[in-house]
């Protein structure tokens, strides 16, 4: 194989981070580190799990005056439930907040990071979705993970679905990454085990697609051998989530969205990324279904999967693609070929001679 240089050179990464368990103490004085005269009210955006965890809410530091929206996890974020929470922000004065605290899973933070660009750029979500079309920078955000995996939290995007389009994409720029990140493995205790399972799984795929590429990036590389490692240590282990699995999860979660920043994702991505415009299913248990069939073309990363998956005890979903009409078929291939970039990664530039429609649809069967 070739390896091709990713061209990606100049990184931005979070600003300032705090880990440990108990950190998410130390919320209430970052942001009221961040309060001034002009500015003295925050926005809180939390995970829709924790609106009867009183405890949990309290020690955030919330003030009256401040913003608090409780955010909901059934969908992934559209554009347009993006732009309705700017508005109502809007309308009830919040425009330009001390800072935006995102305390919840990829999708609390994706929207922290959307809303915080927003408040400051003006416009719709839509006009963002692409790379570096944020014009100025956004409001101090500090993100708060409160499950691991998707490395959200490190990124330099907020993954978005335009439900008019089907555009799935986020806004792709250095002022999408969060000023401070706070790590408090002790956050991640309440989740359930099987979304636990594919929440932490998007850490370990991205780092096996990126390993398995051809474009590379020398200190990506260095991000997903540790990330993997960290994988393989809470996966392999008897209990996945023990207090130092858990913290070995955040840690992989952080530096695997260290890692795509510089890298690419392979072919699991594409085929997951269908399966959610196609049929809704969220990125993380899509990603899953999608490894587990992908032995001809990871047979390392899904040999050992299957090793996880069966000594964790966790349950992923079958029969998701019975039933295909010419119509899906159509989409489901549509929508997974549009990913040139991982494609080409994983395959090469003429990846439509490997990937017929044929053995596409072959693949999406056996899900
Ligand atoms: P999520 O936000 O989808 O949440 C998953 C579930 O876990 C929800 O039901 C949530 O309420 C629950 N949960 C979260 N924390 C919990 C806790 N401590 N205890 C109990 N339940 C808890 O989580 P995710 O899988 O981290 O995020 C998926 C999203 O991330 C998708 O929208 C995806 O597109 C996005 N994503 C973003 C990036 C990026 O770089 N920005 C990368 C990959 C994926
Ligand atoms: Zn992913």
Not at 319 to 324: D, F, P, Q, R
């Given at each position: 194989m070739t390896i091709l240089d990713t061209g990606i050179k100049v990184v931005r990464n979070v600003g300032r981070f705090t880990f440990g368990d108990g950190s998410a103490a130390e919320v209430t004085d970052l942001v009221n580190a961040r309060?001034?005269?002009?500015?003295?009210n925050a926005i809180y955006l939390i995970d829709d799990f924790f609106k009867d965890k009183k405890q949990v809410v309290d020690a955030?530091?919330?003030?009256?005056a401040d913003a608090k929206h409780f955010i909901g996890t059934q969908k992934e974020p559209s554009t347009q439930s993006i732009d309705e929470l700017v508005v109502a922000l809007q309308a009830s004065g919040h425009t330009s907040p001390a800072t935006i605290v995102g305390f919840g899973g990829g999708i609390t933070l994706d929207t922290a990071k959307a809303v915080a660009n927003l408040l400051t750029n003006?416009?719709?979500?839509?006009?963002?979705?692409?790379?570096?079309?944020?014009r100025v920078p956004g409001v101090h955000k500090i993100g708060v993970p409160t499950i691991s995996g998707t490395g959200a939290e490190a990124t330099r995007t907020c993954v978005m679905t335009n439900l008019e389009t089907g555009l799935k994409l986020g806004m792709n720029s250095d002022y999408t990454v969060f000023d401070h990140v706070v790590l408090d493995p002790s956050l991640t205790s309440t989740v359930p085990r099987n979304q636990y399972f594919y929440t932490g799984m998007d850490a370990y795929i991205h780092c096996i697609e990126a390993l398995a590429g051809s474009y590379r990036n020398a200190i990506g590389d260095a991000y997903s051998r540790e990330t993997v490692n960290l994988c393989r240590n809470v996966f392999l282990s008897s209990d996945m989530m023990a207090d130092a699995r858990r913290s070995d999860l955040m840690v992989a979660s952080y530096l695997g969205g260290c890692a795509i920043a510089t890298s690419y994702v392979g072919i699991v991505h594409p085929f997951s990324a269908a399966l959610s415009v196609v049929?809704?299913?969220?990125?993380c248990v899509a990603n899953c279904i999608v490894l587990n069939v992908m032995s001809e073309f990871y047979p390392q990363a899904h040999s050992e999967f299957r090793k996880m998956i069966e000594l964790q005890k966790v349950e992923l979903p079958t029969?998701?693609?019975?039933?295909?009409t010419d119509e899906l078929r159509q989409a489901l291939i549509a929508a997974t070929i549009k990913h040139e970039k991982p494609l080409t990664n994983a395959l090469g530039a003429d990846f439509r001679a490997t990937l017929t429609d044929a053995r596409i649809i072959s693949l999406f069967e056996k899900m």
């Open positions: 309060r001034t005269e002009s500015s003295p955030l530091g919330i003030r009256g003006g416009g719709k979500a839509a006009e963002y979705q692409g790379w570096d079309l944020v049929f809704g299913l969220h990125h029969g998701v693609c019975a039933n295909l």
